[in-house]
């Protein structure tokens, strides 16, 4: 839910992408130290792949995505029930659909 998030450091970047691909990437590619984006579940970075001109890049998912996708879960069913309470109804039944993916949510992160 939040964009412009305080970026991981390179080591916890690093830990992470040899811990979900098992092996040594950076013998292959390199990932710039600089993210171009970050978010709540994850960041986002540059990526050359020796051998290749093509820009690529490279989603990062954070240790503790599921701890805050959860916190962002809850902000905004908060936010559902107070425009419901305020008399502020939207056109479909949002407090369901957020119920509903907050379900969902815990089967998408990565463990």
Not at 20 to 49: F, G, M, S, W
Not at 60 to 70: A, F, V
Not at 78 to 97: A, T, Y
């Amino acid at each position: 839910m939040f964009e412009e998030c305080e970026p991981m450091d390179r080591s916890t970047v690093d830990r992470i992408v040899r811990n979900c691909l098992n092996h040594d990437v950076y013998e292959a590619l390199e990932i710039t130290d600089k993210p171009i984006a970050c978010a709540t579940i994850a960041q986002v970075h540059r990526v050359a792949i020796k051998g290749s001109d093509a820009p690529y890049v490279i989603k990062i998912q954070r240790d503790d995505s599921l701890r805050l996708m959860e916190l962002d879960m809850a902000n905004m069913l908060l936010v559902s029930k107070v425009l419901d309470r305020c008399g502020l109804e939207l056109p479909f039944d949002h407090i369901s659909v957020l119920l509903e993916y907050q379900k969902q949510v815990r089967y998408n992160i990565i463990k």
